[in-house]
C-alpha cells in the first residue's frame, strides 16, 4: 500500500503531520508513504505548483493525503502559477471526478453553530460534488467589447457520461444513507442545468429505492439554513458544489472537522484511488503557531483508509478515538479550547491505542 503525503502550504503541513501519527500508531504491516511538494512552496523551489514529479508520485500511489494550499505571497502571479492550480491539476489529472464532503454536527459542539442549536444538531448530509468539469474546466479568456472594453468569459458545460457517473455515485452513496437525493441545478436559466436535470432523471429510474428530488441553487442555499435536516445526499456540478459545501459547513460550525474524499474510477488492489483533504484551506493567518486543528486532516485519512485501503475498521477507529477526544474537551480555538495542534494529535493517538 502506497500512500503519497502532500502537506502544502499554509497550516497543511502541521494538520498532515498529525494525520501521520495517527496513521504511524496504527502500525499497519506493507504501508509505503512518499511525500511530495504542492503548492505555493512548490512553487518557491521548483517553479511550478505541481511539479511532474509530484504528479507521478501520486499517479503510483494506490492514495492521496492532501494538506491544503494557497499562499498570499503567491497572489499576484499569474493564474498557472498560483497554488490553486496544483489541487485543480491533481483533480483533472488523476480524474478525480467524485467529491465527497460530509456534513454532520457533533453532539456537545451544536453551540459552534450559527444556526439554533435545534437546526444545528439534525445536520446529517452529504455534498456530492463534480469536480473536474463546469466552468472551472471549461475555456476561458479575456477578449474586447465591441466598445473596447474588456471582457472575461468562462464556458460552462457538463455532457451526459459526466453526468451520469457523478449522478451514479450520488445514488449509491444515498442508498447507504437515509435513501434521498436531492439534485441542485438552476434549470431555470441555464442549458448546462437542463441536460443535469434530464440525466439525472434518467439515471433515477436505475435507483427505485432511492427518492430525488430537484431543487434551484439559490432555493438549496436558502434550504440549507432555514431545513438543514431535511437534506441527505446533495448532487450538484462543481461551482454550486464549491459553494454549498462551504455552506454546509458553516451551517455544522466547526470547519476543523470536516474532511473530504475526491474519487475517480481507478481501482487499486484495496479500494478506489482518490485524494483525501480536509474541507480547511492553508489558512495563512494562523500557520506555524501550532494553534490549528488536525481533526479535519485526522478524519480525511479515516476516509483513505475506508475508500482507496479497504480498511473500514481502522478508518471507525479512528472516528470513534476523534469523537472520544473532541468529547474529553481537548479542543482547538476554533472549538472554543486552547489545545495546541500537537495535543490533539497526542490526545487522538493516545484514544486510538486504548479502543480497538
Ligand atoms: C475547494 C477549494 C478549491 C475549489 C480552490 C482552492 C481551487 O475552494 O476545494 O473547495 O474551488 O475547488
Ligand atoms: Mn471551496
Known sequence: MKIAILPGDGIGPEVTDQAVRVLDALALPGLTLFSGDVGGIAYQRHGTPLPAETLEMARAADAVLFGAVGDPSCDDLPREHRPEQAILGLRKQ??????????????GLEHLSPLRPELASGIDLLVVRELTGDVYFGAKGERTTAAGEREGWDEMAYSAPEIRRIA??????????????????????????????????EIAA?????????????????????????????????LFGDILSDQASACVGSIGLLASASLGERQTAYGTFGLYEPIHGSAPNIAGQGKSNPVAAILSLAMLLRHSLGREAEAERIERAVAKTLATQVRGADLGGSAATSEIGDAVVRTLLTIS
Open 168 to 201: 451514479h455515485t450520488a445514488f449509491r452513496a444515498a442508498q447507504g444513507r437515509r435513501g434521498r437525493v436531492t439534485s441542485v441545478d438552476k434549470a431555470n436559466v441555464l442549458e448546462t442545468s437542463r441536460i443535469w436535470r434530464e440525466t439525472v432523471i
Open 94 to 107: 488523476l480524474g478525480l471526478f467524485a467529491n465527497l464532503r460530509p456534513a454532520a454536527g457533533w453532539a
Open 206 to 238: 436505475e435507483y427505485p429505492d432511492v427518492t430525488l428530488d430537484h431543487m434551484y441553487v439559490d432555493n438549496a442555499a436558502m434550504q440549507l439554513v432555514r431545513a438543514p435536516a431535511s437534506f441527505d445526499v446533495i448532487l450538484t456540478g462543481n
